[in-house]
């Protein structure tokens, strides 16, 4: 018998909803609904104009993220980086970064290693 998951990532936990950014944010995280032991991974989907109210950093887990529809930007270290459907970013671990929509909105597939508890969020880290 094989050894697999399978979850409708839809079916995963909304995170936004425990932070009250759920209006404009679904942030599902399926590292343990998938039961993953190497790496995680994450659906995103941001309202249109909405800007993560947060940049992050981690101490060792690099991140890549795919932009699965519509676009916006990246902010990355000092760099604002426009994006467009099936983009991808890499970000090494310990650069500051924080996603914001375009007009049409954005969906995000997020991808990294398994690091517990070492990420910092970096409150009003982007501003204009």
């Known amino acids: 018998m094989s050894n697999y998951t399978v979850k409708n990532l839809k079916q995963v ?14 942030a599902r995280f399926a590292r343990k609904a998938l039961e993953l ?9 941001l309202a249109p104009g909405f800007r993560m ?4 950093t981690h101490e060792t887990q690099e991140e890549a993220y795919v932009i699965l529809n519509g676009g916006g930007r990246i902010k990355v270290g000092d760099d604002i980086v426009e994006l467009k459907q099936w983009d991808t970013v890499r970000v090494p671990a310990e650069v500051p970064r924080a996603l914001e929509a375009g007009d049409g909105g954005m ?5 990294g290693a398994p ?12 501003k204009d």
């Open 37 to 45: 032991s190497t790496f995680g991974l994450s659906y995103q989907k």
């Open 53 to 56: 109210p947060f940049g992050h």
């Open 13 to 26: 936990d909304n995170m936004a909803e425990q932070f009250g950014l759920d209006e404009n944010l679904e």
């Open 107 to 111: 969906e995000i597939l997020a991808i």
């Open 115 to 126: 690091v517990p508890d070492e990420t910092e969020m970096l409150q009003g880290w982007w």
